[in-house]
């Protein structure tokens, strides 16, 4: 029998659903966990943007650090391969130059903190960054910057799930935000992902 993981975004979580959460075997939640207490409270994974101002100001706030959810949590993915923004630094330089520090990569801060807190750390590896690109290809994004932090995650565990044994269920996504995200494309591909079987959307109705 596999597991139950589920993937809590920061949007908005149907109510009663932090029950269900907790009773999972495994829990990811992203950057400041602002989906802990309404989303439940268990937490074993912290996805973290590791790049540009948002990685910068997690890595060096203490507060951040001293987040219930961060220090109960057992591992911190940085969702941003350093390769692939290095690779894509001199492109964003052109086209958006007020991104200047988007690629600047603070994943060595967050194997530090990791490490000295006796949890494991990962960098989501660009083949998964890679595999977004080309999945969301079909949907015909508008021109776009990079995927989110939440489908980089989903698709991470997708990876590692076990056909047909592990459930992976999904809350918290509104799939807005950002506009250098493909958020319509980034829907329409997670929307198609539950209609195959793969993916399941929480709800207490």
């Known amino acids: 029998m596999?597991?139950?993981?589920?993937?809590?975004g920061n949007g908005d979580i149907p109510d009663?659903?932090?029950?269900?959460?907790?009773l999972?075997?495994?829990?990811?939640?992203f950057n400041d966990c602002?989906?802990?207490?309404?989303?439940?409270s268990k937490t074993d994974i912290v996805a973290v943007c590791n790049t540009g101002r948002p990685g910068k100001a997690m890595s060096e706030e203490p507060e951040w650090r001293s987040l219930h959810p961060v220090q109960a949590s057992s591992a911190?993915?940085?969702?941003r391969d350093p390769?692939?923004?290095?690779?894509?630094?001199?492109?964003?330089?052109?086209?958006n130059p007020e991104l200047d520090d988007f690629c600047d990569d603070y994943s060595s801060a967050f194997a530090a903190?990791?490490?000295?807190?006796?949890k494991q750390h990962e960098i989501i590896s660009r083949e998964v960054h890679e595999q977004a690109d080309a999945m969301l290809t079909r949907y015909s994004p508008e021109p776009y910057i990079c995927p989110s932090s939440g489908l980089?995650?989903?698709?991470?565990?997708?990876?590692?799930a076990t056909a047909d044994q592990d459930q992976v269920l999904i809350t918290g996504f509104s799939h807005q935000g950002w506009s250098g995200h493909p958020f319509t494309a980034e829907k329409q591909l997670v929307d198609a992902l539950v209609t195959e079987g793969k993916l399941t959307r929480i709800s207490t109705e």
């Open 16 to 22: 009663g659903a932090g029950e269900l959460i907790d």
């Open 34 to 40: 602002r989906s802990y207490g309404r989303g439940g």
């Open 83 to 95: 390769s692939k923004f290095i690779d894509m630094r001199s492109g964003l330089k052109m086209s």
């Open 2 to 8: 596999g597991q139950k993981i589920v993937v809590v």
């Open 24 to 29: 999972s075997d495994l829990v990811i939640r």
């Open 152 to 160: 980089i995650a989903i698709l991470r565990v997708l990876e590692a």
């Open 76 to 79: 911190i993915w940085s969702v």
């Open 113 to 118: 903190f990791a490490a000295g807190g006796g």
